[in-house]
């Protein structure tokens, strides 16, 4: 198992922490060094019907920030906006329980009960109703996205889960200029709770 994140035992919880990176506008940046992040809050039902403003990231609804890779934070913001602007990257360091984590990096548990959900015949049909509301696309997994809240729903019903906090996954930003390639290039955290973040602060400005 590769070692990604540093994990501690204090007093019994499985604690983790990790540097993530996240690139946005230089007004925007300045307005979390104010009032800091704000984590989207959308429920299931909003969801569902499609009652939302924004379709879900690949990782559902949460603030997104690149494990260990500034650069990369940094090249995502350039493919993701289609116009030069100056943005910042933000470092932030979270501390986190890892039993409130969904973890597609290397818990291969999480893996199997993800895919044994997947399969279930109720599962199936809401995929459908889903697929009607949300689509992939290269750069936005917004189907997937939509997956894995309605499966963080489904572990809040049966109680597998109280809470998730984190979802963190290898993923494939749209970085290459003349290919689209699936193998990941970086590993991504999307933050569901504000009380993971540690600290946070402008790392770099960049111009775009």
Aim: charged residues 20%; aromatic residues 12%.
């Amino acid at each position: 198992m590769i070692d990604i994140i540093n994990r501690h035992d204090f007093g019994g919880a499985n604690m983790a922490e990790a540097t993530l990176y996240h690139a946005t506008s230089h007004a925007n940046a300045g307005k979390i060094l104010r009032e800091g992040f704000r984590i989207p809050q959308v429920s299931w039902g909003e969801i569902v019907t499609h009652h939302t403003t924004k379709s879900p990231g690949s990782l559902g609804y949460g603030i997104y920030g690149f494990l260990n890779d500034p650069q990369l934070a940094g090249e995502f913001w350039s493919s993701a906006t289609s116009f030069s602007q100056k943005h910042d990257t933000i470092e932030i360091q979270i501390q986190y329980d890892d039993e409130k984590c969904l973890n597609f990096v290397d818990n291969v548990r999480d893996m199997i009960f993800f895919r044994e959900f997947l399969r279930n015949a109720h599962t199936q049909a809401q995929l459908r109703n889903l697929h009607h509301l949300f689509h992939n696309t290269f750069k936005q997994h917004a189907f997937d996205g939509a997956i894995l809240e309605y499966y963080i729903s489904y572990l809040r019903h049966t109680k597998d889960f109280e809470t998730v906090d984190i979802v963190c996954c290898a993923t494939t930003t749209d970085v290459y200029n003349n290919f689209k390639i699936f193998i990941p290039n970086g590993i991504e955290y999307n933050l569901r709770n504000q009380s993971v973040i540690e600290d946070f602060n402008v790392k770099e400005n960049t111009n775009g």
